[in-house]
Nanobody, 120 residues
Framework: QVQLVESGGGLVQPGGSLRLSCAASGSIFSIYAMGWYRQAPGKQRELVAGITSGGSTNFADSVKGRFTISRDNAKNTVYLQMSSLKPEDTAVYYC??????????????WGQGTQVTVSS
């Protein structure tokens, strides 16, 4: 059983910073791309940032220059460092990873989501 567990969300003032973490665990053979999505109330889930197994990254235009994504392959963990946060960054943030389990087909896995609220 493969699981993704997120941590690091919370309440922060505009202009502040937060760091999200997402650790994959279970019977994992290999992890490919990892990323972060977010969903604000009444809106569709959108890609925030992604990172390949080789370290190439991509970002939504709305977060370029403010967010960075990184991963620690030894720990099966992906991070999202968020800076200069704005109220419009408020959303539930979800971790996503493309994983091949030890037994089973390669597929996309999701974390349970962590709330990020940017408000004064």
């Amino acid at each position: 059983q493969v699981q993704l567990v997120e941590s690091g969300g919370g309440l922060v003032q505009p202009g502040g910073s937060l760091r999200l973490s997402c650790a994959a665990s279970g019977s994992i053979f290999s992890i490919y791309a990892m990323g972060w999505y977010r969903q604000a109330p009444g809106k569709q889930r959108e890609l925030v940032a992604g990172i390949t197994s080789g370290g190439s990254t991509n970002f939504a235009d709305s977060v370029k220059g403010r967010f960075t994504i990184s991963r620690d392959n030894a720990k099966n963990t992906v991070y999202l460092q968020m800076s200069s946060l704005k109220p419009e960054d408020t959303a539930v943030y979800y971790c996503n990873a493309n994983i091949r389990p030890q037994n089973g087909r390669r597929g996309d896995y999701w974390g349970q989501g962590t709330q990020v609220t940017v408000s004064s």
